[in-house]
């Protein structure tokens, strides 16, 4: 895969070239039809994807009301990184909103890597933490307009 790609990904963008070429040479590519689930909430996870072209819509299902749409992300956009830090399930539902392209980026594949090259795991690293910080920061900027919403009505 052409490192160029990534590099448009927020978690690869400090990665140095040489860096990026061991990601790229790991990614494989996968075309993904409309509809499609990339994985299940609550299934095992072995890989993280980045989205390359078309939509896709991270989701979850709440009981007695369906499926609530947490993101519709962009190409660019990362997902299902969680699978690489750590053994829990899935957390939400990933499926292609349009026909999609996808960088797949297995566990298993980049362990090996990150283990014959500490640098790389140390500079990938720093950028999961300030991805995660981010997230848990948007995250907690929700609920507190969720709950000075609710406190309306």
Known sequence: MDDAVLR??????????????????????????????????????DAMYVLLDGKVRISKQVEGIGEEALAVL??????????????????????AHTACSLAEIRRDEL???LFVDRELAHDLLWAFCRTLSARLRETNDKIKAFFALSAFH
């Open 8 to 45: 448009r990904c927020p978690l690869f963008e400090s990665l140095r070239p040489e860096q990026l070429r061991q990601i790229a040479a790991l990614a494989q590519e996968k075309q993904v039809p409309l509809g499609a689930f990339l994985f299940r909430e609550n299934a095992p996870g």
């Open 111 to 113: 362990e090996q890597l």
């Open 74 to 95: 962009e190409p660019g956009s990362f997902f299902g990184e969680m699978a690489l830090i750590d053994d829990a399930p899935r957390s939400a539902d990933a499926r």
